[in-house]
């Protein structure tokens, strides 16, 4: 089983910058690829990112691409998205997520973080 926090959420100007970690506890973080959704207010929740287990394979949201970066760390059990030129949009939760697959889809996911605020003032 896998455990998951975020981190690094706060509030920023547009245009600016954060990275936001998601901890993972357990021994087989590595066998898992790392998704992030997020979700705002009055909205679907909804995809992000994926980065596969060894790090090697990403997909993005066309709202997120060229913008954010999405990583892992295996020897530190760490997910990572840099997320760059934010936008008042990416105002929401963003959750990180694990499951074996390489999916974009958030019914897939076995395990998920508790969230963490992004919000974005012009």
């Known amino acids: 089983q896998v455990q998951l926090v975020e981190s690094g959420g706060g509030l920023v100007q547009a245009g600016g910058s954060l990275r936001l970690s998601c901890a993972a506890s357990?021994?087989?973080?590595?066998?898992?690829?790392m998704g992030w959704f997020r979700q705002a207010p009055g909205k679907e929740r909804e995809f992000v990112a994926v980065?596969?287990?060894?790090?090697?394979?990403?997909r993005y949201a066309d709202s997120v691409k060229g913008r954010f970066t999405v990583s892992r760390d295996n020897a530190k059990n760490t997910s990572y998205l840099q997320m760059n030129s934010l936008k008042p949009e990416d105002t929401a939760v963003y959750y990180c997520a694990a499951e074996h697959l390489f999916t974009t889809e958030a019914y897939d996911y076995d395990y998920w973080g508790q969230g963490t605020q992004v919000t974005v003032s012009t």
């Open positions: 357990g021994r087989t973080f590595s066998r898992y690829s």
């Open positions: 980065v596969s287990r060894s790090g090697g394979s990403t």
